[in-house]
């Protein structure tokens, strides 16, 4: 049923939607790189480059042009505030998917019969979906503060530091990536990987849409 609060929601997601694709992206140093000008980075950020898909391991997840690979995955990230998890991730997530008017394949979709639409009523529930969160972009990453799907941690720096001993990882009896090992990383290790990050960074763009606006 098509009420008036219903219709608003799907003038903001529309206009949303425009929104996001009039902040147009120009070329960042990285993107300089993969077309073969490795000097367009520092040679702290080409450094950080080479550990990043190197012994980090970073590019397994991190990959493409948009530096994610469109997966879901549970990397251990105890939760804001400490305590057990209390956001279950993508196992909550794809039921939620499934009954959402907004969905491809809901009431207010495009394109109801679509490809995108159709898999998505073939999502299920299960247990290895437990803690998975998708994989973000890390193209502006040094302007999306804080961090991990809760905000967990407030800078880069702290980011790295999880992965580099896995000290606070939360493990459960559910599935969870098996890749995942302290890397031990040192502090210029860390610095290198901050600067390739910093890379990523679209200087470009404008500055109304570097900030979210401020509420009234």
């Known amino acids: 049923k098509l009420t008036s609060r219903n219709a608003d929601f799907d003038r903001f997601a529309r206009a949303l939607a425009a929104a996001a694709a009039a902040a147009e992206s120009n070329a960042e140093p990285d993107d300089r790189t993969q077309a073969a000008d490795i000097d367009a980075l520092s040679e702290s950020a080409q450094r950080g480059l080479r550990l990043f898909i190197g012994r980090g391991n970073c590019r397994l997840c991190h990959s493409g042009p948009n530096f994610s690979d469109g997966e879901f995955h549970n990397i251990l990230v105890p939760p804001l505030g400490g305590g057990l998890p209390r956001d279950r991730g993508r196992y909550d997530a794809a039921d939620r998917l499934r009954h959402n008017p907004f969905s491809a394949a809901g009431p207010f979709s495009d394109d109801p019969e679509s490809t995108r639409a159709r898999l998505s009523q073939l999502l299920e529930r299960r247990a290895e979906q437990w803690g998975q969160f998708k994989t973000p972009s890390l193209r502006n990453v040094a302007r999306t503060a804080p961090y991990m799907h809760e905000g967990q941690y407030a800078t880069l720096r702290e980011v790295f530091e999880h992965y580099s001993s896995l000290k606070d990882a939360v493990q459960f009896g559910h599935h969870q990536e098996q890749l995942l090992v ?35």
């Open 182 to 216: 302290p890397l031990n990383l040192s502090d210029e290790e860390m610095g290198d990987l901050e600067a390739f990050l910093n890379a990523l960074t679209d200087e470009a763009i404008e500055e109304r849409w570097r900030n979210p606006p401020v509420a009234p």
